[in-house]
């Protein structure tokens, strides 16, 4: 069969040899001069590689394609087909013909006797098998009970809506006529009043109860949507157990407690990507642009779209905003505020308001003593060389859904630390979609450090010297720092496995050795 270059998916049971359990997605791509050519062979499968070889044949994927084709082939069946030795767990490479790149996108299971030699830190992949699995009804109510608590407590705390309140009063005094920007505290961009317009159509009860279940949704949504870049089911155990340990970390309590608008970008966020991952880059670019023309938190990830070399998606990411934001802000009078009032009052700390919430590298120092052009140089050089290990990461190819979580993970961080504010509710928007990378050999967050950087936001947890309220950004900070130091250390090391030569253009062909979000 001649695909013309797009090669389809199929099922072919033990198409390779052995007996296979499970599911496995195997990926192939042709090399410049090749074709991957052939048919069903009839009668039994050839024997499986002999255990411990390295050149054990395995049976070419039934397609003819056109070369620099990609394509995918699923396989089922029990497994103790046995692994050449010196080959990792899933996302390795595996001996194949030599006219095809092979790579594993699930992990497949040794047999027994043979020895795992998956990455250091990547730990057993029956593990991350484990977790793609169906979680049982226990748990799911456990993960309702403690969402439930969390709604309560935020609903029934003093502070509830804080920060939303903030947005209403310049819907209001837009509505009134009068510019919204003379609220000192609204902070976001011009369309973003506009957002906050339908909230002044239910009453101020009626607010208080919504906001916190609000906030829920679109953290979890955004877990959700993380989950779909890597082929988790929402109804994984992975994903059950995320929603439990949410729970427990107080950047997720807080933005859903003061009610504040970070919630919708932990979604929007995984909301791009996917579409990314999913090689549509233009819908991507839209939904980015959307969300940046209320609140530019998300801006840095437009040097993604660079990365990639999708310049068209890059130009609708930069139009689409500045056109949003230019019609709204004809909407209301004097709309210029942002800019003479509103933005040289945040990037200058917010008046010393936000300073002991604010944990970006400049704040700190400056509250440690530090000259303020000091602090501020160690900020913008910290963010510097984060945008740097990015594009490191970028080159570095491997999983495209991988690749692009972790590549936008190092761009936020940047921002997290070189620029103010940096709030502990802005960690959720790099957390969510990393979590959900676990499943994926090589990610950064399989390593235990990671998570350790995590333990400081553990509600209730006391730590030495940095557990005032005023205090609580160096926690934070330190949590950013370990973070960006897990992902630096990927960055800047070995390969991943069927990851791209460095300099390797970031085609089409690269794109599509993932795996599919609706597996």
């Not at 082929?231 to 949410?246: P, T």
């Not at 010393?352 to 120092?365: I, K, M, Q, T, Y």
């Not at 450090?449 to 160096?474: C, E, K, R």
Request: hydrophobic letters at 45%; a positive charge.
């Amino acid at each position: 069969m001649d695909t013309g270059g797009e090669l389809t998916s199929e099922t072919i049971d033990n198409a390779f040899g052995g007996r296979c359990g499970g599911t496995y997605q195997y990926n192939f791509r042709c090399k410049p001069g090749h074709h991957i050519m052939g048919r069903s062979r009839p009668g039994r499968p050839p024997p499986p590689p002999e255990r411990g070889s390295r050149s054990g044949a395995l049976t070419a994927p039934q397609f003819t394609g056109a070369p620099g084709a990609t394509g995918k082939v699923a396989r089922r069946g029990p497994c103790d087909l046995a692994r050449p030795t010196g080959h990792g767990a899933g996302g390795s490479r595996v001996a194949a013909p030599a006219d095809i790149d092979t790579e594993w996108t699930r992990p497949m299971r040794s047999a027994p006797g043979t020895r795992r030699s998956a990455g250091a830190g990547d730990g057993d992949p029956r593990l991350f098998d484990w977790l793609r699995g169906r979680a049982p009804l226990a748990l799911v109510a456990a993960a309702v009970a403690l969402l439930a608590n969390v709604y309560y407590q935020a609903r029934h705390s003093g502070n509830v809506g804080l920060d939303n309140e903030w947005v209403i009063k310049a819907a209001d005094v837009f509505n009134h006529g009068r510019p919204p920007y003379e609220e000192e505290r609204f902070l976001y961009l011009p369309p973003g009043v506009l957002a906050g317009v339908p909230w002044l159509w239910f009453s101020l009860k009626t607010r208080l109860d919504l906001l916190p279940f609000v906030g829920i949704a679109f953290v979890l949504t955004g877990w959700i949507l993380s989950l779909r870049i890597f082929g988790v089911s929402a109804r994984s155990r992975l994903a059950v157990l995320g929603a439990i340990a949410l729970c427990f970390l107080e950047p997720f309590t807080n933005v859903v407690q003061i009610g504040n608008w970070t919630s919708g970008y932990v979604m929007a966020l995984p909301a791009v990507l996917l579409l990314a991952a999913n090689r549509r880059w233009t819908a991507a670019a839209v939904v980015f642009g959307v969300a940046i023309s209320i609140k530019p938190i998300l801006a840095p990830v437009v040097l993604v779209f660079l990365m990639a070399r999708q310049f068209k998606a890059f130009a609708v990411a930069i139009v689409v905003p500045a056109v949003i934001a230019v019609a709204a802000g004809a909407m209301m009078p004097q709309p210029t505020l942002f800019l003479t009032k509103t933005l040289p009052y945040l990037l200058g700390g917010q008046g010393g308001f936000a300073a002991p919430f604010d944990a970006s590298v400049s704040n700190v120092l400056t509250r440690l003593g530090l000259p303020e052009g000091v602090a501020g140089a160690a900020g913008l050089a910290a963010a510097a060389l984060m945008i740097v290990l990015a594009w490191l990461r970028w080159r570095r190819g491997g999983h495209e859904g991988l690749r692009l979580v972790e590549t936008s993970a190092m761009l936020m961080l940047a921002a997290f630390l070189g620029t103010k504010p940096s709030f502990d509710h802005y960690t959720l928007i790099v957390l969510v979609p990393m979590a959900a990378a676990v499943v994926v050999p090589g990610a950064a967050s399989r390593s235990p450090w990671f998570w350790i950087g995590y333990v400081p936001m553990v509600n209730g947890l006391t730590l030495p010297f940095v557990s005032a309220w005023n205090t609580y950004n160096y926690r934070v900070l330190g949590t950013n720092l370990v973070s960006a130091a897990t992902l630096a250390s990927r960055a800047v090391g070995r390969r991943p496995a069927g990851a791209a030569p460095a300099g390797a253009a970031p085609g089409r062909t690269q794109e599509r050795q993932r795996t599919p979000s609706g597996v």
